[in-house]
């Protein structure tokens, strides 16, 4: 079972920032948290992930609670190719052994 | 660089048909993923292997289905026989990861553009 809860979708206008919640109140010390997306027929694709502190790539920004407990994807130009569908993943496992369980994910609409 | 590359990228068989799906993960992962995507389920994990061994098979529906990994640079998934409720579009993934290293870029986890399956 997924160990992330996430809205369904969310609408977001083109050049503004969006920003995707994601609860996982039960993440343990050493699991990372991932963020996907996938646009329409393709495979999912890589964003971003952290472990407790904020990250920042090409893409988008991590924020991650202090307690862990919930994180927010910010993407900070939306435009309408970033229309899709975004998973936030908690990685369970040990070294080796690494899970990726994908939730329902929130389906993110850029409107023009 | 060549991605993770899979086929058929669809197919449409006769129920009762056995199905074979094949994988190339990306040169030097050691870690592969198959997954299956439906409207009602979602994104489920089948099967996982790391160096070439499965690790949790937990996700593989049932017996009809089996995969195997013969080598680092191949993989199949198998449906015998096929069932229209397994129409679906079958993702693999891999993955690159040193033995206790954290969860740096190498451990992050690259799709296929999968294989749309269509059982009739």
């Known amino acids: 079972d997924a160990k992330t809860t996430q809205p369904t979708s969310m609408d977001c206008a083109e050049g503004r920032a969006a920003n995707l919640p994601c609860n996982h109140s039960?993440?343990?010390?050493?699991?990372?948290v991932y963020w996907y997306r996938q646009i329409h027929s393709q495979g999912p694709q890589y964003i971003i992930h952290?472990?407790?502190n904020n990250e920042t790539n090409e893409m988008a920004s991590l924020i991650i609670t202090e307690d862990r407990k919930s994180s927010t994807l910010i993407l900070p130009h939306a435009t309408l190719r970033d229309t899709a569908v975004y998973y936030c993943?908690?990685?369970?496992?040990?070294?080796?052994?690494?899970?990726?369980?994908f939730g329902t994910g929130t389906r993110l609409k850029v409107l023009a | 660089d060549a991605g993770v590359i899979q086929s058929p990228r669809h197919e449409v068989t006769e129920m009762g048909q056995e199905v074979t799906l094949r994988c190339k993960p990306i040169?030097?992962?050691?870690?592969l993923f198959w997954y299956r995507q439906t409207m009602m389920r979602g994104l489920e994990l089948l099967i996982y292997?790391?160096?070439?061994?499965?690790?949790?098979d937990s996700g593989m529906p049932e017996d009809r289905f089996s995969a195997k990994m013969p080598n680092a640079s191949f993989s199949t998934l198998k449906i015998q026989p096929s069932e229209p409720r397994d129409s679906a579009v079958y993702f693999c993934?891999?993955?690159?990861?040193?033995?206790?290293?954290?969860?740096?870029?190498?451990?992050?986890?690259?799709f296929g553009e999968g294989s749309w399956l269509t059982v009739v």
């Open positions: 993934a891999s993955r690159y990861t040193t033995p206790g290293q954290g969860a740096k870029s190498g451990n992050t986890i690259y």
């Open positions: 039960t993440i343990s010390g050493n699991e990372y």
């Open positions: 952290g472990l407790k």
């Open positions: 993943i908690v990685r369970v496992g040990t070294s080796g052994t690494y899970k990726y369980i």
């Open positions: 040169s030097g992962h050691n870690s």
């Open positions: 292997f790391n160096n070439n061994v499965p690790i949790d």
